[in-house]
């Protein structure tokens, strides 16, 4: 019996050991995530703004908006994630990057059929090389049911 416990007891220590290495390991990780890159970072730049408002508008009816977004510095502008807070609001971004002085488009389509009347406001959070963490982009309106 005593042959059986000793190799127990200095299994449960090692692996004892190796659950405070794995935290150690994962909390290495979640830093280095958090440290923002140093640089060189790109520009960005919405030359129409970075709200949009659709007006008044009725069920059945979708609405869309195309964000420019221009590069106005040296280093190419990479937009490596769009995402919006709704799934009532469908995004997509430029796929490759946006070379000095260059534009393109953040396509933003709303659909808010089946909402409550009234006014609303939605957030789109684009993420890229810059040094912001994130730019936002608002879109809002006034949603009214059909009247019939």
Do not use: W
Not at 15 to 28: E, F, I, L, R, V
Not at 71 to 78: E, F, Q
Request: charged content about 25%.
């Amino acid at each position: 019996m005593k042959k059986l416990i000793f190799p127990l007891v200095l299994l449960l220590f090692a692996a004892c050991g190796q659950k405070s290495q794995n935290a150690q390991d994962t909390q290495d990780i979640k830093d280095t995530l958090k440290e923002k890159p140093k640089g060189p970072f790109a520009q960005i730049e919405f030359p129409e703004g970075t709200e949009y408002n659709f007006g008044s508008y009725y069920e059945k009816v979708d609405k869309t908006h195309d964000f420019i977004v221009r590069n106005p510095g040296k280093i190419p502008l990479v937009i490596s994630k769009v995402e919006a807070a709704c799934p009532c609001t469908k995004v997509s971004g430029p796929k490759k990057p946006i070379l000095e002085g260059q534009t393109d488009t953040i396509h933003v389509r709303y659909d808010g059929n089946g909402f409550l009347d009234g006014y609303y406001l939605k957030h789109i959070t684009v993420y890229a090389n810059i040094k912001e963490e994130a730019v936002e982009l608002v879109i809002s309106g006034t949603y009214h049911d059909n009247k019939e």
